[in-house]
């Protein structure tokens, strides 16, 4: 029998393996604060991401090492666990400023209202690309949870870092 200490030590290694692109242990995952996307799923932020604009091409596929594994964590996040890791990794230092003590509202899936939490949303499109400055794009992701039909507008700025990293601003 785990006590609650240990179903928390295991859902956080969990959502760190998950958040660095590691396997995640049969056991971690029973306890994963995200859910895994389906093939189509994965398939659908591809498209996406493949949908920008031909003047901000480059700059995506060089923010694709942010840009697609934070999609993914937004997708599937269940629980704040996971949503702090989610700012520490692509928000950086300024995610710990910025959304101290409301970390769990940075999650699509969790406004909306009706969604079950247990799978991920689905990417329906990304859309309002535009240019901000030469070391920044916006976009407009719109995720559905297939369970209830719903659907989110999720608002995005995408920085670079003066050391060439792709950040989430």
């Given at each position: 029998?785990?006590?609650?200490h240990?179903?928390?030590?295991?859902?956080?290694?969990?959502?760190?393996a998950?958040?660095?692109?590691?396997?995640?242990?049969?056991?971690?995952?029973?306890?994963?604060?995200?859910?895994?996307?389906?093939?189509?799923?994965?398939?659908?932020?591809?498209?996406?991401?493949?949908?920008?604009?031909?003047?901000?091409?480059?700059?995506?596929?060089?923010?694709?090492?942010?840009?697609?594994?934070?999609?993914?964590?937004?997708?599937?996040?269940?629980?704040?666990?996971?949503?702090?890791?989610?700012?520490?990794?692509?928000?950086?230092?300024?995610?710990?400023?910025?959304?101290?003590?409301?970390?769990?509202?940075?999650?699509?899936?969790?406004?909306?209202?009706?969604?079950?939490?247990?799978?991920?949303?689905t990417?329906?499109?990304?859309?309002?690309?535009?240019?901000?400055?030469?070391?920044?794009?916006?976009?407009?992701?719109?995720?559905?949870?297939?369970?209830?039909?719903?659907?989110?507008?999720?608002k995005?700025?995408?920085?670079?870092?003066?050391?060439?990293?792709?950040?989430?601003?």
């Amino acid at each position: 029998m785990r006590t609650p200490h240990r179903l928390r030590a295991a859902s956080l290694v969990a959502a760190l393996a998950a958040l660095s692109g590691l396997a995640v242990p049969a056991d971690a995952a029973i306890n994963s604060a995200l859910a895994q996307p389906t093939a189509a799923q994965a398939q659908g932020v591809d498209q996406a991401l493949g949908s920008a604009p031909a003047t901000l091409k480059a700059d995506v596929a060089a923010a694709l090492p942010t840009l697609r594994p934070y999609i993914v964590t937004l997708m599937c996040v269940q629980d704040d666990t996971a949503t702090r890791g989610l700012i520490a990794k692509f928000v950086g230092s300024r995610g710990t400023t910025m959304f101290n003590g409301w970390s769990g509202s940075m999650s699509p899936g969790k406004r909306i209202k009706h969604h079950d939490m247990v799978g991920c949303l689905t990417l329906t499109r990304i859309q309002n690309w535009k240019r901000v400055a030469a070391n920044k794009f916006s976009l407009d992701i719109v995720f559905t949870a297939e369970d209830s039909g719903e659907s989110y507008l999720w608002k995005n700025v995408v920085h670079k870092e003066p050391d060439g990293t792709w950040l989430m601003a």
